[in-house]
Nanobody, 125 residues
């Protein structure tokens, strides 16, 4: 059972940047696909970004392309989400996820098996 702990959320003005971190409890994390999702108030949780395990392909939802960057440091069992040019509509609780999926894209919640508790990101206008 992998435990994921997010950090780095906070309050930032529009146009600013934040870097979220997600630390995993086990070394086997390096064999998982990893991703970030978010849930805004009154909305369903949505996909943000992910890295597949098998081929290292990176996926982003259209609304964050060119602004967000996902990366992983296997030596530190950590995945990051660098968020630039933040907008008020990026305000949400951000969740880290890890999964066993070995092939194909990783964009859906069903592709992931472990979830963190979430970290709040608030972007003021």
């Amino acid at each position: 059972q992998v435990q994921l702990v997010e950090s780095g959320g906070g309050l930032v003005q529009a146009g600013g940047s934040l870097r979220l971190s997600c630390a995993a409890s086990e070394r086997t994390f390096i064999y998982y696909a990893v991703g970030w999702f978010r849930q805004a108030p009154g909305k369903e949780r949505e996909f943000v970004a992910a890295v597949s395990w098998s081929d290292g392909n990176i996926y982003y939802t259209d609304s964050v392309k060119g602004r967000f960057a996902i990366s992983r440091d296997n030596a530190k069992n950590t995945v990051y989400l660098l968020m630039n040019s933040l907008k008020p509509e990026d305000t949400a609780v951000y969740y880290c996820a890890a999964g066993f999926k070995r092939s194909g894209s990783v964009r859906a919640e069903r592709d992931f098996d472990y979830w963190g508790q979430g970290t709040q990101v608030t972007v003021s206008s």
